[in-house]
């Protein structure tokens, strides 16, 4: 099936920092989207991309859209404590009704 | 307005055993799509449904798993016969409508362990 491959896994950041995350894909994506999840929560939805090159911010992240429309990047600038949880992309292909996750990325903030 | 709400949240079998978990779309949401999440991985499709009908279950396992949303109440994933690898969190998603997956509203999930 559709893969997406995402880095890092891991995330061990100081409070204050700046964090980058990205996400590849062997398809050309319709649609991008980044998610954040909490311990024992469903995925919130924090971004959506629609276009190529497409640069959207909300609050202190901001998210792009790959040019070949087979990536996608999200950046979170000056980290705080409630930003740690799981970071997920995720992708819709051209007429299809499903969402598909990448394995996410964990992030820790180091006291 | 109330999120998508599911129950139980937390779910314990014996393998072979059936397990069946609840989905309440938001109100006014009327196509429902099942995730399933194993440790460490992310989420992965199952079923889309719409009122009464499967739209794609092509995420769904050929056996022991079936979905359905009946006219009235709430969506149901029954799994019959229960096995270890079935563990996992169930998550489903409500929209108003089909397409846009920004419009996807995710619920707080089923954690299914089988012993």
């Known amino acids: 099936g559709q893969q997406l491959n995402q880095s890092p896994q891991s995330m061990f950041i100081q409070e204050g920092e700046d964090v980058s995350m990205n996400c590849t894909s062997s398809?050309?994506?319709?649609?991008w989207l980044w998610y954040k999840q909490d311990p024992g929560e469903g995925p919130v939805l924090l971004i959506a991309?629609?276009?190529?090159?497409e640069l959207t911010s909300n609050g202190r992240l901001t998210a792009q859209f790959g040019i070949t429309r087979k990536d996608s990047f999200l950046n979170i600038s000056a980290s705080i404590p409630s930003d740690v949880g799981i970071y997920f992309c995720?992708?819709?292909?051209?007429?299809?009704?499903?969402?598909?996750f990448g394995k996410g990325t964990r992030l820790h903030i180091l006291p | 307005n109330a999120g998508v709400m599911q129950n139980p949240r937390h779910l314990v079998r014996r393998r072979g055993q059936e397990a069946r978990l609840r989905c309440s779309p938001m109100?006014?949401?009327?196509?429902v799509y099942w995730y399933r999440q194993l440790p460490e991985e992310g989420l992965k499709f199952m079923v889309y449904?719409?009122?009464?009908?499967?739209?794609?279950e092509s995420g769904m396992p050929k056996e022991r798993f079936s979905a359905e949303f009946p006219k009235e109440g709430p969506s149901i994933l029954r799994i019959q016969q229960v096995v270890r690898g079935d563990s996992a969190a169930y998550f489903c998603?409500?929209?108003?409508?089909?397409?846009?997956?920004?419009?996807?509203?995710f619920g707080p999930g089923t954690r299914l362990l089988v012993l």
């Open positions: 398809s050309i994506f319709n649609t």
């Open positions: 991309l629609y276009k190529a090159g």
């Open positions: 109100k006014g949401h009327s196509h």
């Open positions: 449904l719409q009122k009464e009908n499967i739209i794609d």
């Open positions: 995720a992708g819709q292909l051209e007429g299809d009704d499903k969402i598909i």
């Open positions: 998603a409500s929209s108003p409508v089909r397409g846009g997956p920004e419009t996807q509203y």
